[in-house]
């Protein structure tokens, strides 16, 4: 074995490959011949697209596990451990696991060259194997056409949105992106898209490869009243479903289209109206719009692209509070501060800016520049780090007031972590 410890490995994967982000799938197609996984011993639902990806695996996990399943899901990128990437039954890899997995990554690679990404996937398809799982619902990373977990063939796939994000690899549009993401469809295999105005090339695409495409708000829909709603797919309805654990009411989007992807699978992956039900309840992702309350409350978001940014504002719209909001946010570079900010402008008082390290962060008079250059008359605060902005925020927050954590995972995770070193359970 390589390494013996996680922290070995990961920091020797960072190196690995010259790139970091090198989309294709030549090379892990390759390993996983070696590895004897081309043709996964678990059924396979594939979750791609701009935003929701996250809380639809969450959805499709819950909902798959209440039905009696064993489970895996595959996320990225996480929080505060890497082995938030694995979970089997809602339980996260442990470290011997990953290591044990990555060595057999590693003696079947030979010398084939592998990203971060790459290694991360192929580990979790031999965690998968090793569990014994019946269903893996794996979550794209980046695109879907080029992604590493579209080197396997799934039962069904769901685009959950098409947006403006990762434009330097992806395209410059909606068009473009829509092409890459509906690349994780198959011939005569369920495709559901959960965005309502899909661009004209993504379903251009689905049509010649053949998939079977169903379109939120054309095949299929929802509708709510204060208490419960109601799924509806031709003339097929379930009725009196209970409102999603979930946050925020982008959340019924996304719990349609997960339910409409299981209808698609159903004659391979039955899944009860009882299932949905008890997965709708207990479905738990963090930091998509979650709320801490308190005299002061607090909000973690993910939030880091133009379309994320219209959602939470609208969730910060419709959960107002009586003081200001104040806002903690750190950015990467390659990130579209300017149309983000815009975004939330109604809703922020004050910005706390704090630099983010690594190859695509920035320091924080960079970001404020861009934030002041999208709204003249912004009021900021710059501090080195994420953390310090916390601290900022906290120091002149008042009863009433609301703290809002926002820009990348890597600032929600600075949050988490100082919660978590200093005692305080806000969960």
Known sequence: MRFTTLGEWLTWQ????????????????????????????????????????????????????????????????HLLRYNERICIQGVEATDDELVEA??????????????????????????????????????????????????????GALVASIGLDHQEWLGKDRDSIGYEKAGIYRRQQAAICGDREPP????????????????????????????????????????????????????????????????????????????????????????????????????????????????????????????????????????AVEDVCRALATQIDHWYVGGLEGARGQGAMELAGRIHAALPGAMTTECATVTEACHAAQSVAQRGDRILVYGSFQTVGAVLRLRQESGTNYT
Not at 104 to 126: I, M, N, P, W
Not at 127 to 146: D, K, N, P, S, Y
Not at 307 to 330: F, S
């Open 102 to 155: 990555f060595a057999c990554v590693d003696k079947a690679r030979g010398d084939v060259s592998l990203t971060y990404f790459e290694f991360g996937t192929l580990a979790a398809f031999e965690i998968f194997r090793r569990h014994g799982v019946q269903v893996a619902v794996l979550e794209v990373g980046m695109g879907g056409r080029l992604d590493a977990v579209n080197a396997v063939d799934p039962l």
């Open 200 to 335: 004209v090339r993504f379903l251009e695409t689905a049509k010649q490869l053949g998939a079977d495409l169903q379109v939120l708000g054309q095949e299929f829909d929802w509708q709510a009243s204060s208490h419960n709603w109601q799924w509806q797919w031709q003339n097929v309805r379930i009725q009196n479903l209970p409102h999603p654990a979930l946050p925020g009411f982008i959340q019924l989007d996304n719990a349609a289209s997960c339910i409409a992807l299981l209808h698609a699978v159903v004659a391979k992956l039955p899944v009860t109206e009882n299932a949905i039900r008890r997965g709708l309840e207990t479905a738990r992702i963090r930091a998509r719009f979650e709320q801490w309350p308190g005299e002061v409350s607090w909000v973690l978001d993910v939030a880091h692209n133009p379309a994320a940014a219209v959602v939470l504002a609208r969730n910060l719209a419709a959960n107002p509070v009586t003081g200001k909001t104040l806002a903690v946010v750190g950015m990467y570079r390659d990130k």
């Open 14 to 77: 960072e190196q690995l490959h010259p790139n970091p982000i090198d989309l294709g799938l030549e090379r892990v197609r390759q390993v996983l011949q070696r590895m004897d996984l081309a043709n996964t011993p678990f059924q396979v639902l594939t979750i791609g697209g701009t935003n929701g990806k996250g809380s639809c695996v969450a959805f499709l996990d819950a909902m798959l596990c209440a039905q009696g399943y064993t489970v895996g899901a595959y996320t990225s990128p």
